[in-house]
C-alpha cells in the first residue's frame, strides 16, 4: 500500500453524503436497478503522474446483520440471506496516468444497484454510458470501497465512513425522503412544481390538438370538382372516378354540368339502353318467323 495516496469526496457531494449519513441514510434498490445519489465522486491525490493506475468500485457488507424499520426505529436481526463476493466495478476509462486521474473528479455514475441477482449479467446502453447493475440484498448495510491498482497490484483501498447506507424498498424516514427530493436532480417525479409543471403542458398541448383538428384546411391547391358522370353498374364502379372520367373524354362524349340523355349515352356504348316507361314505345321488336320448316328423314 502507497501511503503517499489520498481519496475523498468532492465539495458538494461530500455535503451531500453527510447529511444523508445524519439521517440513517437510506438507500432506494429496485428490480430495474437504481442509480445511486448522492454520486459517488471522488477527488485523489499522492498518485505518481508518470505510472498507470487503475480505478474499482464496489460495495461492501457492513455487518451481517438484516435492518427493520419498527415503530420508528431500526431494529436488528442475524442475516440468513446467502453471500457471494460482491461484484467489482472497473472504471471505464481504464488504466491512466495517475497525472489524468488527479486533474478531474472520479466517478462511477454508470452503476446501477439492483435486488435481482439475475440483473448482474444484463447490460445495456444508455447514450455514452453503459450501465452495470451491481446485486445487493435489501435490508442490509452497504458501504462503498474505491480500489487503486498499479498494474495488477493493489497500492490504496478507500473507505469512507458516512457514505454507508441502508437498502431499502421505499423510504421511512421522511426528512431523508424530502431532502432527496429536493436535492437529487434526477428524482423530479415526487417535486410538487415539477408535476404542476407537467400537468400545465399536457393541457397546453391537448388544446393545440383540439384547435387543429377544428381548424378548415388551409391548403392553397383547389379540391377538383368534375362534372356530373352518368354511372353505369358492373361496367365501370364507382371507387374509379378518375378513370370513368378519362374514359368518357376518349370515347368523345361532352361532359357537361347537367345530366345528359341516357340514352344517347348506352346508344354511343353500343349497348342496348334499359327499357323505361317513357322509352318502351321507342323498342321495335325484330319480326319472329313463322314458316313452317319440313323436317328432314335420315336414310
Known sequence: MTSDISVSLTGD???????CFEMDHEMMITVPGRRIFPLLEYEIKGLDP??????????ELVDEMKYRFVGGNWTQSPSTEEKADPRIIFHRNGPQLGQNWMDQPLSFDQIR????????RVNGPSFILILLQVHLFTQH????????????QIVHISKIDYTSFITVTAYHGNELNQFK???N?????SRQDRRQKREAESSSLSAKRMKKVSEPSTSDSPVPIFPFLPVLP?????????RQYQFLSLMGIPLQQQPMDMNQFFSTLHITPPITPEASSQVESSPVNDEQVEPTIDI
Request: charged share 20%.
Open 113 to 120: 444497484i439492483t435486488n435481482r441477482k439475475s440483473n448482474e
Open 234 to 242: 358492373c361496367i365501370l364502379p364507382q371507387q374509379h372516378f378518375l
Open 181 to 183: 427530493t429536493n436535492t
Open 141 to 152: 448495510r452497504y458501504i462503498p470501497v474505491l480500489t487503486i491498482y498499479e498494474g495488477d
Open 50 to 59: 508518470l505510472k498507470i493506475y487503475s480505478m474499482s468500485a464496489h460495495f
Open 13 to 19: 457531494k461530500d455535503v451531500l453524503w453527510k447529511s
Open 185 to 189: 436532480p434526477y428524482a423530479t417525479g
